[in-house]
DNA sequence: GTTAGTATTCCCCGAAAGGGGTATTGTTTG
DNA sequence: CAAACAATACCCCTTTCGGGGAATACTAAC
């Protein structure tokens, strides 16, 4: 048995997802909330498996809402269903602590409880077009950046280095000798104009 | 109609997936192939919409495969399909551009077919365990993360480390000797469990 | 009021990293 | 073809780090 709150200040949205969560056997409406002072308030003293939240609220956003709320209830899962799909309210609230984002425009009741089934499994469920956005930020700013500068085998070293592992170690993996590797950072701090390994991969991830 | 292409070493799994797309009026398998080589001159030559690819090839890596059809390809999706549910593995793909990573452990014909659709909408088919891991990176190292096992003094001395400090001017910055600012970073390594500053400021999410 | 945790300083020692060279082998490119 | 560059490998040397202690002082908690 999944429990369940809402916070959700538009009445109709609001019902319609109560309802849906009702007509099933498996999820357990605790709580429903219009805005998010009572929600801030009532949330923590209960046990609560998942939250699902707008952004938009009354006074306070959704997303400092959840902030909020996470640190008080580590155990509780946030989901926000929302129409904003924005950069920065997307992200915002993914720093937050939220789990999951499915968006109302296309949404139906089926999806909704795949998508609290999913994040009560683990899961952190999406809309295809949020999804989308945040795989998008880990794409390579392929050819011109500022590794241009560099090599492929300097990038490469790099790429190594920022996981922490020895220049030994980077050696082994790479197929060379540990000297090289030493000759592959001296060439790096030239052309970035830097003098440790830090200041290295800090200039590297900003390019 | 959707026009696919498969590379997959694994003969079992490779049938697998081309009877389910076979299965599919919208779906059109149009190669298939069991090596990286084969894949790298022919793909780009042909128009396919989606490519499902597995990780681990002979020869090369699912990873460069992707990135260099990637830029021969720029109108082509690519999607993993895949063992491997390491943190290295799936952003090393995400990077590489790929739009979709699903887990091979846990898989169904219908969830296959589903990711396609979703990949094509332009979505970004994930399982979600994958999903989960993507969208921890953004949370806000908050509460309970790495940083609330250190002490504010700790936490001071990580702060300037990522900058690229060195002992000698962190300890400058803090007013307080070069010995103690080691002493600092000698308890964060043990509390942290890492061997050295680039492990310790990638635990801390500074790098 | 003793125990636990933090902050501070110091010692020793060996390993790792950084800076200065030099040199060979390719490849690319005017 | 020469010049430039990338990649490889080695030398010497100094500085910085990392791990092992030990000691003092303060604060907070039990």
Redesign the interface.
């Known amino acids: 048995m999944i429990s369940i709150a809402i916070v959700e200040d538009n009445d109709q949205f609001r019902l319609g997802l109560e309802s849906i969560i009702l007509g099933q056997k498996d999820l357990l409406l605790l709580a429903s909330f219009e805005d998010a002072e009572k929600a801030i308030t009532a949330l923590p003293k209960m046990n609560v498996d998942i939250v699902i939240s707008d952004i938009s609220l009354p006074g306070m956003r959704g997303t400092e809402l959840i902030?909020r709320l996470?640190?008080k209830m580590?155990h509780t899962q946030f989901m926000v269903c929302s129409i904003h799909d924005d950069d920065d309210t997307i992200?915002e609230t993914?720093?937050?602590?939220a789990?999951?984002y499915i968006l109302k425009d296309p949404i139906t009741a089926d999806e909704i409880i795949r998508s609290i089934h999913?994040l009560y499994?683990?899961?952190?469920?999406?809309?295809?077009?949020i999804?989308?956005k945040?795989?998008s930020t880990?794409?390579?700013p392929?050819s011109k950046s500022p590794q241009s500068v560099l090599s492929v085998r300097e990038n490469e070293v790099l790429e190594l280095?920022?996981?922490?592992l020895?220049y030994k170690e980077i050696a082994n993996k790479m197929g060379v000798s540990h000297e090289t590797v030493k000759k592959h950072l001296k060439n790096i701090y030239q052309k970035l104009h830097?003098?440790?390994?830090?200041?290295a991969?800090?200039k590297f991830?900003l390019l």
Chains 1, 2 share one sequence.
């Open positions: 902030l996470n640190q580590p992200f993914l720093k937050c602590g789990s999951g999913d499994n683990g899961g952190a469920p999406m809309s295809p077009y999804a989308k945040v795989i880990f794409q390579k392929t280095l920022s996981k922490g020895l830097v003098n440790n390994k830090i200041e991969l800090n991830k």
